[in-house]
């Protein structure tokens, strides 16, 4: 893929991730003034990550990456605004939630409990476990990246009181 093809594809995405944000945003009652921000960090992360993985970085290392991106931008505008973190934070993470491994690894069980051929179940239960870990390490990084900037901060916030 060409530079200019993966800045189309990158726009494109973080474009629909935007989208996804914003239902995500309002389904949780953020106020209207958040609500632009909350686009931008959301587009900003998802394209973060699919950059990072057409590189060749692994999906659950993009995804701490992105999630990262996110909680330092959400705990930026928090400040700002005087509000919590998890107010920019929640609906841009919810697009980098990873739908598809779980997905994949509930149906690689199920199929395991239909297969009557053991050969066959034995590939699928490592499919399914494979992507079931994925999808936990991913959710467990997810949560990792957004809350570590805010907690840094308020690390550093209570640090700079107690030296006063």
Do not use: H
């Not at 991730?17 to 239902?23: C, R, S, Y």
């Not at 959710?139 to 809350?147: E, N, P, V, Y």
């Not at 900037?149 to 690390?155: H, I, N, T, Y």
């Amino acid at each position: 893929m060409s530079g200019a093809e993966l800045a189309v594809s990158l726009i494109q995405k973080g474009c629909w991730a935007a989208v996804a944000t914003l239902g995500f945003s309002i389904l949780f009652n953020v106020p209207k003034y958040a609500l632009p921000y909350c686009a931008l960090i959301g587009a900003f992360g998802y394209a973060l990550r699919a950059a990072l993985t057409s590189g060749g970085l692994g999906m659950v290392s993009a995804t701490l990456c992105a999630a990262l991106l996110i909680g330092v931008m959400a705990t930026i505008l928090a400040q700002r605004y005087g509000v919590s973190g998890t107010l920019f934070a929640v609906g841009p993470a919810i697009p980098l939630v990873p739908g598809s491994y779980a997905y994949k690894a509930v149906m690689g069980i199920v199929m395991v409990a239909e297969s009557p051929q053991l050969e066959r179940s034995t590939e699928l239960l490592l499919t399914a476990f494979d992507n079931g870990i994925k999808a936990v390490l991913t959710i467990l990084f997810l949560s990792f990246g957004i809350a570590l900037p805010g907690l840094a901060w308020s690390a550093l916030q209570q640090g700079n009181r107690a030296m006063r």
